[in-house]
């Protein structure tokens, strides 16, 4: 199949409809410039690349072959998703990707009819897929569903619960296995695209199907064995009797970049009258652009780059992340503690066990997209006294989150949970938002909770961490760069359940400010303004929401007229516990004025994150105007007043 025209094809394709009144031999044009297309996209607007790049070809044939949106397309995770958003109408807004009021870096449903199930977390596009496939029966539909699911996210167990259930339901399902690390498939070639054509063709299917009626009228001995003589040696040819044995159809595996390999075997497919049938297509992350390709763990997501060398543009800075200074004391605890591991879920670059890796290697294990394993596989290290750091993002602990309670919690065993991307996270938008875990955590009994407030302190939280052996304990800290405050060369443990004051009142003092977290430098900026207006302001750091410093909430709420909790985390969490401590020592019967400031109860849609936390109220302004509306006065005529 060759290109046949220079005059450009995807300006005439503003929906898939149109992609459909196209001739078979025009789509690898297409597929060409909608390559094209994808990279100067996101080298303006950053993003996930590398898979995009690697399903250009599958996005095409799925759009061609399919009646979409009747037919329903999930993309599992949808970081690959942005080929399919040129072509179902978005393209005129793709370099709004990830931006605030732009599109969202993966598939969601109020953004386009095209997008039937929102995504961002990995393996629910089967379990997702089968609930549509079974509502289509039970309505008595005949639409086509599939689910497009990478080899990385069937690493974990959901995709195969969903699997061994739509097997066991015989629902009519298409899983495309997207496998773009060779970690599956044999090498594919004519040999295996003619396999897969012969073995997805109705006349195989067809004549598959009358030896399983036939075998079923044999004795009992006999069928089993036609059955399973049939099974493996087709397993032998092709490698998929792990998914005949979950009760799929297998077909593969096959190049999936060949349209003239995946043309007919999704035609087949489609029109097979049986289910469910997995594809297995063999891909390149990066494919057609030489910087992804060479290196495509630096291309899975970029920043803006330039598109002739694919130089990324990165910012400098003085202050290093919080991941990276988590990464770095932890080797410096572990080379005095051998005890010390670290344990993460296929993110080892975004929480900073990479740099971990490279000092211990055979201490460091990445368990895959696998987060409920990672967190009991930590509880099983830590019962035979190791001391695992189990890092992972918050809104991805909330996979596991059954086990922290059951296996970790109840049982009281130290293992150490790292978690990175607390707050508000930026371009990725709500679904990667550490929105809940104080929430979700500080619920828990026998648990220590604590917050950065800035990159020093993360240092002393992490020796904490270590020398914590007697119960469970969480630190969080969030996306970005630090402060730029002064690193510590060595941790030292801090004292369990105490805050710090960093900000005494000078006289008559009404304001105090009570922050769990990296919020603390917008306190500080608030407490500058407030005295501005008169107003003596104390800024305290928590620095531990379980154990509470009970004894600092009590001197802050006697001493000041006004107390205000600030937090990057949803209502429930730190602001909740000081509320109930201060009730239940009585003083919100003796007039304190309080008031916590946490997320609002709505997902915040992607934006830069200073934007999302002003969005929020929880920039040095909003904090401002909640001490102004405690005291009852209006911030915008004080500031008058005192000009």
Known sequence: MSSASNTPLLDTIDTPDKLRLLKPEQLPQVADELRRELIDAVSVTGGHLGAGLGVVELTTALHYVFNTPADRIIWDVGHQAYPHKILTGRRDRIRTLRMGGGLSGFTKRTESEYDPFGTAHSSTSISAGLGMAVARDLKGGNNNVIAVIGDGSMSAGMAYEAMNNAGSL????????????????PPVGAMSAYLARLLSGRTYTSAREALKHLAHHLPKFFEERALRAEEYARGMVTGGTLFEELGFFYVGPIDGHNLDHLLPVLTNVRDAEHGPILVHIVTKKGKGYAPAEESDDKYHGVVKFDVATGKQMKAKSNAPSYT??????????????????????????????????????????????????????AAGLATEGFKPFCALYSTFLQRGYDQVVHDVAIQNLPVRFAIDRAGLVGADGPTHAGAFDNAYLGCLPNF???????????????????????????????????????????????????????????????????SFGTRLGECLKAAEELESHGLSTTVADARFMKPLDVDLVMKLAANHEVLITVEEGSIGGFGTHVMQTLADHGVLDKGLRVRSMVLPDTFIDQDKPDAMYAQAGLDAKGIVAKVFEALGKDVKAETVRTA
């Open 448 to 514: 220590i909770i604590m917050a950065a407030g800035d990159e020093a302190d993360l240092v002393h939280m992490v020796a904490t961490q270590v020398a914590i052996n007697n119960a469970p304990s969480a630190l969080r800290y969030p996306r970005g760069e630090g402060l730029g405050v002064e690193l510590p060369d060595v941790g030292i443990p801090l004292e369990i359940g105490k805050g710090r004051v960093l900000r005494e009142a000078t006289g008559k003092s009404k304001v105090a400010l009570l």
């Open 170 to 185: 015989n629902s009519r399902l298409i899983v495309i296995l997207n496998d773009n690390d060779m970690s599956i498939a």
């Open 324 to 377: 990276a200074v988590f990464g770095q004391s932890l080797v410096k605890e572990a080379q005095k503690d051998d005890k010390i591991v670290a344990i993460t879920a296929a993110m080892p670059g975004g929480t900073g066990v990479d740099i971990f890796e490279k000092s211990f290697p055979k201490r460091t294990f990445d368990v895959g997209i696998a987060e409920q394993h990672a967190v009991t596989f």
